[in-house]
């Protein structure tokens, strides 16, 4: 059984930081691509950043240079540090997962920017 759970999110001042978590259960994650994606109401959930199994990691332009995505393949778990946050930051954070193509996501965790 394979179970994605995010912590971490909650209401930020503008330039703030947080730092979210994915912890993952099952053998997956090793082997997995991992990624956060985030949703703002009324838009489409979009991909912010992803890291492959192998290290290799991909940002979106408007996080690059304040948000870093790691992994602790000890622990089993996805991280999102996310730093000088802005308004438009705000949205429901989303891991997944990327399992020799099967895709597995958590349940997300709100993220607001606001003063």
């Known amino acids: 059984q394979v179970q994605l759970v995010e912590s971490g999110g909650g209401l930020v001042q503008p330039g703030g930081s947080l730092r979210l978590s994915c912890a993952v259960s099952g053998s997956i994650f090793s082997s997995s691509a991992m990624g956060w994606y985030h949703q703002a109401p009324g838009k489409e959930r979009e991909l912010v950043a992803q890291i492959s199994s192998g290290g290799s990691m991909y940002y979106a332009d408007s996080v690059k240079g304040r948000f870093t995505i790691s992994r602790d393949n000890a622990k089993n778990i996805l991280y999102l540090q996310m730093n000088n946050l802005k308004p438009e930051d705000t949205a429901v954070y989303y891991c997944?997962?990327?399992?020799?193509?099967?895709?597995?996501w958590g349940q997300g965790t709100q993220v607001t920017v606001s003063s």
């Open positions: 997944e997962a990327n399992y020799w193509g099967r895709h597995y």
